[in-house]
Each structure stands twice: as structure tokens, then as C-alpha cells.
């Protein structure tokens, strides 16, 4: 098991440097790439390490054959949680993601074009961040069910799959760096469906709270975009503002640095009451961590 998984994650490396291959071919996009990626990764990162941590011990705690009717509804509830989670965090970043870049990176050589091409890349990364989570939420659930093979053999597909759209977007389409990215999120697309596929057959008869996600995707979705718009509102209200009084005194790093701290937070409220007002199934009464949501 653990050969199959070091060779899972090593196929998943050839993606990257296959992006990096169509990229030298077009200017500056490797490294508008690497920034993009590395500021994307810091959020998802952050958020699949917080599910990952509780939820790995409960994925292996129910592995047996005996309590996969346990395991598939641990892992509907998962799912739409982390949909959830994903379309808060893109509620809040995909807004404010010009200012975000300019606040972080804006410096000198880096300009006003590099500006626009990485917050473009940036929010097309965190589009597609549910797939980058749920992909290894469910890499974790074969592994704890002492299954590698599947994971490796899907991690081949996902190459293929990001080499050929890597083709498609930059040499036949011409969409730029922008294609690559695209590419890069519907391979992950591809192979969480192909992995929730196999998952479905390996551990017996369908998920049972995918015949019930749709209408609640719907509500999510609703959700995130009331979320953006008051992200993208507070933002631009805030900035016509001009607070003069916090940048003469502490600059117009922090002035900026405020606003973005406050157009995010009224964006997480707005998107969070949104969901409770909404009444989405998986945010009342026990969470999926529950005994209750177990039993």
C-alpha cells in the first residue's frame, strides 16, 4: 500500500512539470504559474489539512466490510461539507483577487499586466478548489480501505487527460496560461469523478447523499454567489472611501490590508447566514465528526 501511494504521488508530479512544459512555451506564464499556484495552495492547503487530520482515523475506523454503510454516508456528508467550505472560500477570494495579488506581490518588476495575469489564473485555481480537496479526501478513504491500486491507475488517467487539454487549450484554442490552469482543473474534475465512481462500486451500492445534493448544491451555490457579491461590494465601497487617516499614518499597505480583511469578513458572514438562512441539510443537527451522525 505504501509503495502504490509514494507512486500515486509521484505520477501526480508529472502533471505539474507537464504544465510547466506547455508553459515555457508561452511568455511569462511559468511564472505567473508559480505564483498563482502557491498563493491558491495556501488556503486549500490549509482547509484539506483540517479535514484531512479528523477525518483520515474515521475513514480508517470504518473500513471493514461491516461498516462501509457507515462509510458512505461519512463520505456524502464530507463531500457536501467540503462544497461548501470550497464555494465559501471562492465567495471570498475570487472578489478580491486583483487586490490580493497587487497587495502581496505588486512590487517593481512586477506590474500592473503580471497583476491581472496571475489574479486571473489565481481565481480559475480556486474555482476549481473542490475538486483538488475531494480528490485526496477520497485518495484517503481507498487507502484506508487497503485499496492503491485505483488511486494509481486514475492518477495515470488525470496525466493524460491535463497532457491532451494542455494541447487542446494552449496550442489549438490559444487561451495562454489561462488554458493550462484549465486544463489543470478539469483533469482533477475527471479523476474525482472517475474515483467516486470506483469508490461507488468498491464499497457497495451508491452514496447516499448524492441522490439528495442537488438541491442542495443549488442552496450552496446561491449561497456563494449573495457571499460574492457582498465581498465585491464592501471591497469597492471601502476602497471609494479612501481611508486617508489609516494611510498617512501606517501606509498604503495597511489601508489596503484593512479593507481586504473587512470585505472578506462581511463576505464570510453574509455567505454563512446565506447557508443557515437556506437551511442546508448538512449544516443542522449533528455533523458528520458526530457520534449521533454515525450511529
Not at 18 to 44: I, M, R
Not at 70 to 85: D, P, Q, S
Not at 92 to 103: C, F, G, N, R, T
Not at 125 to 151: E, K, M, Q
Request: glycine content about 8%; some cysteine; charged content about 10%.
Amino acid at each position: 500500500r505504501f509503495r502504490m501511494s509514494s507512486m500515486t504521488s509521484g505520477v501526480l508530479q508529472i502533471a505539474a512539470c507537464t504544465d510547466l512544459v506547455f508553459a515555457s512555451f508561452l511568455p511569462n506564464a511559468a511564472a505567473a504559474l508559480g505564483y498563482a499556484t502557491l498563493l491558491a495552495t495556501t488556503p486549500l492547503g490549509i482547509l484539506s489539512t483540517s479535514l484531512m487530520v479528523p477525518l483520515v482515523p474515521l475513514f480508517a475506523e470504518h473500513a471493514k466490510p461491516t461498516q462501509w454503510h457507515v462509510l458512505r454516508k461519512l463520505i456524502g456528508k464530507v463531500l457536501m461539507i467540503t462544497f461548501a467550505l470550497s464555494i465559501l472560500v471562492a465567495a471570498i477570494l475570487i472578489p478580491l483577487a486583483q487586490p490580493l495579488v497587487s497587495l502581496i506581490f505588486e512590487r517593481q518588476a512586477f506590474d500592473v499586466h503580471a497583476r491581472e495575469l496571475v489574479s486571473t489564473l489565481f481565481s480559475v485555481f480556486i474555482a476549481g478548489g473542490f475538486t483538488y480537496i475531494a480528490r485526496d479526501l477520497i485518495v484517503r478513504v481507498f487507502y484506508a480501505i487497503g485499496d492503491g491500486v485505483s488511486p494509481f491507475r486514475t492518477s495515470l488517467l488525470t496525466v493524460v487527460v491535463n497532457g491532451v487539454l494542455n494541447w487542446l487549450f494552449t496550442c489549438y484554442f490559444a487561451l495562454g496560461p489561462k488554458g493550462i490552469v484549465l486544463s489543470t482543473v478539469i483533469a482533477n474534475g475527471v479523476s474525482t469523478l472517475v474515483l467516486m465512481f470506483l469508490l461507488t462500486r468498491k464499497i457497495g451500492g451508491g452514496l447516499e447523499s448524492v441522490r439528495l445534493a442537488v438541491p442542495v448544491v443549488i442552496k450552496i451555490c446561491l449561497a456563494g454567489m449573495v457571499g460574492s457579491a457582498a465581498t465585491s461590494f464592501t471591497h469597492t465601497y471601502l476602497t471609494s472611501l479612501q481611508l486617508c487617516s489609516v494611510g498617512m499614518v501606517f501606509g498604503p499597505w495597511l489601508e489596503s490590508a484593512v479593507c481586504l480583511g473587512a470585505a472578506a469578513t462581511s463576505g464570510l458572514i453574509v455567505c454563512f447566514s446565506t447557508i443557515v438562512i437556506l437551511r442546508v441539510k448538512p449544516f443542522e443537527g449533528d455533523t458528520p465528526f458526530s457520534p449521533q451522525a454515525l450511529s
